[in-house]
């Protein structure tokens, strides 16, 4: 018997080791024989024609090989990078789709919009040359904003798309919600911005790619979160290589957040290139090029209406979004702002009418795309706002609403009038465990104390759920999904006994090599260390849809379970044929194969030798070997949700507001390791705490450039931004998933930021303040402060 | 980054040869401004002549009346000295409120001070000291030094060698950091002498400025109370995505209070 480390076990991460001994390999380490250097010239223009390229300075520059534009995509008649989902309006009129050409062709769209690549002999001699490129632009008014885009008059970035909409989108019965607000005894009113945000990972985006004639294969490693994505929607739509012919490696991925879970032109523009200069080319972005070109993320603009009764309990919710999509979609871009979005805006109330209209908007920005939690911290954004301004407005105490439209633990399953079906879940089990925790009796005397030294300190709520382990293919296909969403799993059992697992699943700090090793450990009886786990190859992993949507656990853990069955059944034939008895009399427990009722057993290792030397097998009905594959596919989502309590403290002197104690307990499902989950929640929570206090990507109305383009201007949130959390889990069980899990890589972004912003607002209401914008900056806070209907009390 | 030459010189006058002889090059000292924007390729300088190896260039001395802070000495040698935190403690507190731990490990107050950046900390203590700038060939009055915006009184050849800070009888230093930065949004630095106090404030505008009213109003009453109902004009104060110049002219009434208080404390 091995060392068992199985679920609910703590092991330190297995990979953690090589991350921290600096022995990762991630892409900028590698090198290949004959090595260039490629660089992207970048739009300086948010929005201009491009008359014509002169290369010729650059050509005559030292150690250059060659300079590729749109010209020369559109000579080799390449295709569009393309968008994973196609949603329509209400009339089923699909959305606009205008090409998204891997170098610009024609016109630039936002500043960072991609003109040319530069291949040379060295970085240096690439970057110089680079610049000496003559792009003669002619320069267009830019439109940054979604408000401003839909307006008459505005700029037009493509000639086919009226008003820059993409899609004018909806969700819900319109008509069920009309007549809901007018029975309302009150109807509450909230507009307000989610702030755009920059994902900014470690490590920056990068790319090598490689083409051997010999074999007229092509590799490309990419910093990607889903290289077999990669691989279809390059070779199949962009580049047309046949995909036996086309290798994508993910290999130590330093971070993603969804920035890496696109297809990006650059991967299809060096991989293109490799072949034609027929040599490796090496790319890797600054920090500053990730700023205009790595996928941006949220960029709303909501008016929202809550109907409620003279009690408190909601009878209808309108909401109405403008959604910036930036100059070109992506990937998923369209999906995010509507299917991720809607679905959620039922909460864990038992609101019986909701209607959405999201208007999704192109831009002279960046394209707009997932970044962590991706269209539910904008619903739960919203929701949770919205409840706390109908709470003041009734009088009704804002925990206190909640409880009145919760939906209870026995109400599950739940369907909601906005297509999702809640499985299980424990609001009121989330609340009642957060309350405790975060102390919520003794809050006053913390205000007092906080009054003392002139402070305002006030309490946040947000009672979330999310829809997560994206997704279940037949639904996501009715909601305009061009691909499937299931995952895939190998276990191949060595003669010896060690299990190596292949995953379409893609680890970039999520702790996968550890948990998935718990998995295997505990299912097998095999040691936790004779278990790897190998992910991000599509010539090592079968297939696989990557890591985004809290999905990896989720249907990649439910594939690798439901391989890791599969085996066992093959273990047990193999232990019948040795044993000589029946396979139906064959039991498989703590990694021993016995017949029951006796001591006849054979080890997990002694099967798996068996399997490998099948001297005397009936191989008519038994085939060598030990090695089973999965493809999983989700019925529903998972829905993991909770109650988050912030409590901020405001100096009414300066704005500042300082986040000073922050309670979680989540419903999670079944917990593999709890400190990575813990983990994943204190990451999550404070990326939340960044878009509430912090983080704002601000655009130039006129010019479109990128204002907050760099670290010094663009606050991410640091260390001692935040108090010590305090994070528990309250789990119910999720009924369709083959270990009961639901997910965790996204609940802390999706609850945290209505809980401080809730928070903010509490401690200003005695001065008239009813919603903050995010990010509650000093600056933005001491506004307010002297807009307010009560002076500031003086020192 | 550009190719750029090297070089390494042990004497002052050899070093302010080498950026008289060769047109287009830089002094670096940490190198924690000037390296990152070589990487940006913001400038190119055809060589770098490194202050490392000149001798006098490190270290804290003390003549009773002033304190004398040799250009090459490390923000971290400064917030950690006992002399300057007995003597001048709100110039030690200063510089440990600067950038972090790596940037005050090799970031320099020369270099700091030669750069003028307008949100930096330093010339708000060199002001508010009334501190001198001691250099190659002369020693420039701290009023003299600063012209705004990254400009100074140095001449293309000048080497700073020193600042000479006077010892005051208080001083305190309080710094409204930039969201994203860390820089000062504004920062104040308030000191005071046997002749009456000086008050110089940085972040707010294109350069470090000093406030008479402030002064005045301190030299009577070394109190924060006193300056609480001064207000400064928002003319000449910088707008940007992080802070309106009201909010910056708010905030430097505030700092200016907090650095009193430090100060006094
Ligand atoms: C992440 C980060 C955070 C920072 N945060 C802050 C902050 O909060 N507050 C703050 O004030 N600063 C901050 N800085 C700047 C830091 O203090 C720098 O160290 C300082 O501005 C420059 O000092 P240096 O020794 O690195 O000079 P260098 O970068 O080497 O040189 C800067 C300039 O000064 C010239 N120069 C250098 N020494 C001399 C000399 N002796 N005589 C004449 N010219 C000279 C150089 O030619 C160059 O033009 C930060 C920097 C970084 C990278």
């Known amino acids: 018997m091995g060392n068992v480390i199985g679920i609910g076990a703590s092991p330190k991460r297995k990979e953690d080791q090589r991350f921290l001994t600096g022995r990762g390999n991630y892409v900028s380490d590698i090198k290949r024989p004959g090595m260039t250097a490629g660089v992207f010239v970048r739009s300086p223009h948010g929005h201009a024609v491009l008359r014509g390229i002169d290369k010729s300075a650059v050509l005559a520059a030292p150690g250059v090989i060659a300079v590729l534009t749109g010209e020369d995509v559109a000579a080799d008649k390449l295709g569009s990078l393309p968008c994973g989902w196609g949603i329509s309006d209400a009339q089923g009129v699909p959305m606009k789709e205008p090409p998204f050409p891997m170098l610009a062709q024609g016109k630039v769209r936002f500043v960072g919009d991609m003109v040319a690549f530069v291949i040379a002999e060295t970085p240096e001699q690439a970057n110089a040359a680079a610049e000496l490129l003559s792009v003669d632009y002619e320069v267009l008014p830019s439109v940054v904003g979604v408000l401003e885009a839909v307006r008459p008059g505005a700029p037009q970035l493509f000639d086919d798309v009226p008003n820059n909409i993409c899609c004018d989108w909806e969700l819900g019965d319109k008509a069920a919600v009309e007549t809901a607000f007018r029975k309302a005894a009150h109807v509450a009113k909230l507009s307000l911005v989610n702030n755009r945000l920059i994902g900014n990972p470690m490590e920056p985006r990068a790319a090598v790619a490689e083409y051997e004639p010999g074999t007229d294969r092509f590799t490309l490693w990419t910093t990607s979160q889903f290289p077999h994505v990669v691989r279809f929607l390059m070779g199949a739509l962009v580049l047309n290589i046949p995909q036996h012919k086309l290798r994508v490696v993910a290999p130590d991925v330093g971070g993603g957040f969804g920035v890496k879970q696109f297809h990006y032109g650059e991967e299809a523009v060096i991989t293109w290139a490799a072949k034609r200069v027929h040599r490796p080319i090496k790319w890797v972005a600054s920090r500053s090029e990730g700023y205009v070109s790595d996928r941006h993320g949220r960029d709303h603009v909501t008016e929202a209406e809550l109907a409620l009764d003279e009690t408190g309990k909601f009878l209808a919710f309108r909401v109405n979004t403008l959604a910036n999509m930036g100059g070109y979609l992506s990937t998923f871009g369209p999906n995010i702002p509507t299917n991720l979005y809607g679905p959620l805006l039922g909460g864990v109330y038992t609101t019986p009418a909701i209607y959405c209209n999201v208007k999704v908007v192109f831009t002279n920005t960046v394209p707009v795309d997932a970044y962590r939690g991706a269209g539910r911290p904008e619903a739960t954004f919203v929701l949770e706002r919205m409840v706390d301004v109908a709470a003041s407005e009734m009088g009704i105490d804002r925990v206190e609403i909640r409880r009145r439209n919760m939906i209870p633990k026995e109400a599950y399953p739940y369907q909601t009038p906005v297509l999702v079906q809640y499985d299980s879940g424990d609001p009121m089990g989330c609340l009642d465990g957060a309350l405790v925790a975060a102390d919520v009796k003794s809050f006053g005397v913390r205000k007092a104390a906080s009054a003392s030294k002139g402070k305002f300190r006030g309490l946040g709520y947000s009672t979330y759920v999310e829809a997560c382990g994206l997704a279940p293919s037949r639904f996501a296909g009715r909601l305009g999904a061009r691909g499937g969403l299931y995952e895939s799993a190998t276990v191949r059992v060595h003669p010896t006994g060690q299990v190596t697992v292949m995953i379409g699943t893609h680890n970039h700090g999520q702790g996968h090599e550890t948990t998935f090793a718990q998995i295997v450990s505990e299912k097998l009886g095999v040691s936790f260390e004779d278990v790897d786990i190998v992910f991000g190859d599509t010539d090592r992993v079968q297939f696989g849809m990557g890591t985004y949507g809290s999905r990896s656990l989720v249907v990649g853990g439910a594939a690798l379970s439901k391989a890791t069955d599969k085996v066992i059944v093959k273990g047990k034939k193999i232990a019948a044929h040795l044993l000589e008895a029946a396979e139906v009399d064959i039991q498989f427990e703590a990694g021993k194969f016995s017949v029951a009722g006796t001591d006849r057993i054979k080890t997990f290792e002694e099967i798996a030798g068996a399997a490998y030397v099948p001297h005397n097998y009936p191989l008519e009905v038994l085939e060598p070997g030990l090695e089973e594959q999965a493809y999983y596919d989700p019925v529903n989502f998972t829905y993991p949700g909770g109650c988050h309590i912030a409590e901020v403290e405001v100096d009414p002197e300066t704005g500042t507001v300082t986040l000073v104690n922050y309670t979680a307990v989540d419903d999670v499902g079944t917990v593999i390791n709890p400190m990575i989950v813990e983990g994943q929640l204190h990451g999550g929570i404070v990326q939340g705490v960044g878009q509430a206090l912090f983080e704002n990507a601000v655009y130039d109305e006129s010019s479109g450039q990128l204002l907050s383009g760099s670290l010094m201007d663009y606050c991410m949130p640091r260390a001692d931004h935040m108090p010590m959390m305090k994070v528990a889990t309250h789990s119910t069980l999720c009924t369709h998933t083959p270990m009961g899990v639901k997910g965790c890589g996204e609940v802390g972004t999706i609850g945290s930021p209505a809980a401080v912003i809730n928070a903010v607002v509490d401690a200003l209401s005695h001065l008239g303040v009813t919603h903050v914008d995010m990010p509650a900056t000093p600056n933005r806070i001491w506004r307010l402060l002297q807009n307010a209907s009560l002076p500031v009390a003086a020192e | ?265």
Not at chain 2, 30 to 57: C, E, F, H
Not at chain 2, 79 to 97: E, F, N, R, T
Not at chain 2, 174 to 190: E, I, N, W
């Open chain 2, 1 to 265: 980054m550009k190719l750029f030459a090297y070089h390494q010189p042990d004497q002052i006058p050899d070093a302010a040869k080498l950026l008289t002889s060769i047109e287009d090059s830089k002094l670096v000292a940490g190198g924690m401004t000037l390296i990152p924007t070589l990487k940006q390729r913001l400038a190119s300088p055809v060589a770098l002549v490194d202050l490392s190896k000149l001798g006098n260039l490190k270290g804290i001395t003390d003549d009773g009346a002033t304190i004398t802070i040799g250009a090459m000495t490390p923000h971290a040698v400064v917030a950690a000295s006992k002399l300057v935190q007995s003597k001048i403690p709100g110039l030690a507190a200063l510089a440990s409120m600067i950038g972090d731990p790596a940037v005050r490990r090799r970031g320099t107050i020369g270099g700091s001070v030669a750069n003028n950046d307008p949100a930096a900390d330093y010339p708000a203590g060199v002001l508010g000291l009334g501190a001198g700038i001691v250099t190659s060939t002369r020693e420039i009055a701290a009023d003299k030094f600063f012209l705004g915006l990254f400009e100074t009184a140095l001449e293309p050849s000048e080497i700073i060698t020193a600042i000479r800070f006077p010892v005051p009888l208080k001083a305190g230093y309080a710094k409204f950091k930039a969201p994203a930065s860390r820089y000062a949004l504004v920062g104040v630095f308030v000191a005071k002498f046997a002749d009456g106090v000086r008050l110089a404030v940085t972040g707010a505008g294109s350069g470090v400025f000093r406030v008479p009213p402030m002064e005045a109003a301190l030299s009577q009453n070394f109190d924060p109370s006193a300056i609480a109902a001064i207000k400064i004009d928002t003319d000449g104060l910088t707008s940007d995505i992080h802070a309106e110049a009201d909010y910056r002219a708010h905030l430097v009434t505030i700092m200016a209070k907090r650095a009193v208080d430090a100060a006094l404390s």
